[in-house]
């Protein structure tokens, strides 16, 4: 099924979306009425800012990386940067590839773009070099599919049959910008060299990518992205004494573009908010930051700040989980916040009029950076998709572990033992009861050995460009629970787009009943009757009891990693061997098999891999894993 039908939508207005449904509305009007405005600009004339000498960009705003940093990750920044000068790049798994645009846009059909535009574009154009060839800002460089970089950017079909709209709008978040600007500090000799690269690779987007035109303004979350690394690598690279007056005036009247259609198209959705809001702020943010002397600059900053540290208050809980019960989407949406707060603590000391974070957006982000370490390596519960905002390494705070942390709001629990890490997961779906980016992961575990992940989540290959398979990763049967033999723990639309992103709500009610240092009690009701599951947790064991009652046929899964040697004896015990570890799993009756899989290691990366499964012959099972070395 491609669309979603009119009944699944009746229930879903009824359902998660009913507290929003005022709010949704209201925000569809507002939309709207942007994208008619936006439109009849667009026909009377450029979609381009024209530079001013009215105002221009601050610098030294943002610090660049210690001096222990750029020894550290100063070779493989370099690396990377000279794939980069190449147009080489890997996206999202995509494998390395050459980036190279077909032609400048103006160079085939235009209709409808009005002839200010195209102007302005050829204008920007002759700012690069003349041997330049242009980069592909369109393209899925997997399935082969570009799409239309002249198509107006609310008419641009983000889902299409086996092609991913996520790759070129990855590409187009400009991730690559800062890691030239610091190829520039770790290679002072060619330093010419390395702002030559960042300056015609954002000249290339600006002129690529007219405001308002493709697929890099389609989603308000790739432009918030985009502006604040394309301020930063600016900013860095000012502070290393590179620059000239053109770029300057360049990018100022993108900071504007940027923001303008940020404000116009911002994804509040109505209340039911997400990362893609917090994206939004991200880049509002630097764009209020930077451009001095522009009238609006000022009132976006005011406006972003505010709504961040309401944000904060709504899509952290209390126990410093994110709200949309994915580990991955932590990870992405603290990034923003994190580096918001150093940005806007730098930028106070130039000007202490700017609005800044008060003690509880402080707070929150401690509690947030504790989440943060617990699940550091990332155990890739819920959906992930390896996004972030500035897509650099060791970037981000993060606390030293406990041994025991529990998560009730979150739904999870994490042990740090000498030889182990055990993770127990059980909550809610998360974005007030849409599901967007949950699995059903309820009672379900990971267990990671000596650095080496032995029991898994099954990750996130895939969005749209495999229906399929992005339903089979968040679906029971590849999550180390109990799975019942027909049924899934929470049920999500039959369709293709949307339905992708939703649950039909939680109906499984998971819930932590008590968790401590060595047990952990928990329940959902997702099946026909209650699943229940029990651990107890010691230094090199965990032992863990499962209840169902139900009618259907159930199994105990456990996935295993790739990499692990899975060795079934006829005695009832399995022996799993990876490359430093052997963990021993036995169980209290019932057959065992195995059945093969696939998981994600991350987003566009899948791998062959194998659940073990123990049958249940009533309705309860006992079994233990054994840490043996």
Known sequence: MYG??????????????????????????????????????????????????????????????????IDLHGPAILARAEEIARHRFDILGSGPYTSAAPRWWWEGPTAGIHADTIV?????????????????????????????????????KVVVQKADFKLPHEFGRGHQWPVCALAALVDQERRDHWYGVLRAQIIDFIVSCPPQYGPQWTVATGPGIRIYNMLLAWDWARQSGMGDGSLDAWIAASVVDHAEHIMATREWSGGMRNSHYLANLFGLVACGLYLDGYAEARSWLTFAVGELDRELRIQFLDDGGNFEASTGYHRHCIDFVEHVTALLDAAVVQDDTIPRPGPEWRRRLDVARRFLAAV??????????????????????????EPFMHFPDFGLTVWHRPSFRLTARCGPIGQHGKGGHAHNDQNSITLRVDDEDVVIDAGTFTYGADPRRRNEDRSTAVHSTLVVQGLEQNDWPDD??????????????????????????AVHRGYDRPHSRQLVVTDDMIEGADRYDGRHDARVCFHIAPAVGIDIHQEGRVVLTGRTCTVELTWSGGAVDTVPASCAPGYGRTLPSTIVRLHLDGPSMTWRLRVLG
């Open 496 to 521: 293709s787009v949307e339905g992708l992103f939703w649950m039909m709500g939680d109906r499984a009610k998971g819930t932590i009943l008590s968790a401590s240092a060595t047990t952990w009690d």
């Open 120 to 156: 302005d574009a050829r204008e920007r154009a002759a700012e690069l070099p003349c041997d330049h060839v242009p980069l592909d800002w369109t393209l899925d460089p997997v399935h082969g599919h570009r799409f239309d970089a002249t198509a107006w950017y609310a008419d641009v």
């Open 4 to 69: 979603m039908d009119r009944l699944t939508r009746i229930r879903l207005t009824l359902g998660p979306a009913r507290p929003f449904i005022l709010g949704k509305l209201m925000d569809r009007l507002r939309l709207g009425r942007a994208d008619r405005e936006l439109r009849a600009r667009a026909a009377e004339g450029s979609t381009y800012t024209r530079p001013s000498t009215l105002w221009n960009l601050k610098a030294g705003l943002a610090p660049t990386p210690p001096a222990a940093w």
């Open 376 to 401: 550091t390596p990332n155990p890739l519960i819920g959906d992930n998709d390896d996004g972030m905002g500035v897509m650099l390494p060791d970037m981000l705070t993060i606390p030293a572990r």
